[in-house]
């Protein structure tokens, strides 16, 4: 039995193993091309894409940076992606906590009614949205962005957060509220430090929405200084069809603050669930 039983989990460690190495090298292989083509000029990239470069040259990222205007544009991006994450985690953690704590009719109502906010594509509300965004005159200003990410994380990331609080110990609390904690410093000191694995993965996905977001962003924001990297980037495509080679590095640029951010995150959303399960 012992003999079979090794075989059988040797074949599936092995099968494990395949998929996630056919996974890494479809994701690994464009990326690879982009960050490989973006030092080459022109004429290299036309004669041969997976060729090393002759001789490493800067001219296209100097090209991107120029044309993206993105010290502008990484500014306005990283604004909106960092205040829109801070009051999604405040207000979803919140939120689901405050549902998962008090279960009754009207928060498990209220618990539904948000959740079926996932399942709306935003193609679906668009035009409302654009008549309330202007009723309400959140066009042309940053914060416009802020609090509309506000409103289209608040589904998924209250989902989130509720599960998590799910399985944190109700005693813990009890102790905390004995002590004469109300419920606001008792989710802030104690709750929310056990679900930080979970608010780092929501803070993730909302980085990866807010950061590639096209569609809402050009909306509400029309103004040239106010672009984000999507828009700038959407227009540099659109006048520079054929220009690959600022394209490349266009793309490499965007790329680069996302992967700094993740390389941070992925230890500290390992670090909660480590912490999860030790406390849990």
Known sequence: GGAVMKRSEKIRIGVSLLILAVSVTIVIVPLYLVVLNSFKPYSEIAKNISALPKEITLINYQQAWKRLNFSTVFKNTMIIAVFSNIGSIVFAGMMGYWIVRHPCRFTKAWYLIIIAGMSVPFQGIMITFAKMAGFLKLTNHLYGVVISNWVFSM??????????????????????????????????????????????????????????????????????????????????????????????????????????????????????VAAGAVKG
Do not use: H
């Open 155 to 272: 589904p998924m990331s209250m989902f989130l957060t509720a599960g998590a609080v799910k399985s944190v110990p109700y005693e813990i609390e009890e102790s905390a509220r004995i002590d004469g904690c109300g419920p606001l410093k008792t989710y802030w000191t104690i709750v929310f430090p056990l679900i930080k694995g979970t608010v780092f993965t929501v803070a993730s996905l909302n980085v990866i929405t807010y950061w590639n977001d096209y569609l809402m962003t050009q909306f509400l924001l029309t103004k040239k200084g106010l672009r984000t990297l999507q828009i700038a980037m959407q227009s540099l495509f659109n006048e520079a069809f054929f220009a690959w080679d600022t394209a490349l590095g266009a793309i490499s640029l965007s790329i680069l603050p996302l992967f700094i951010f993740f390389i941070f995150s992925q230890k500290q959303v390992l670090d909660g």
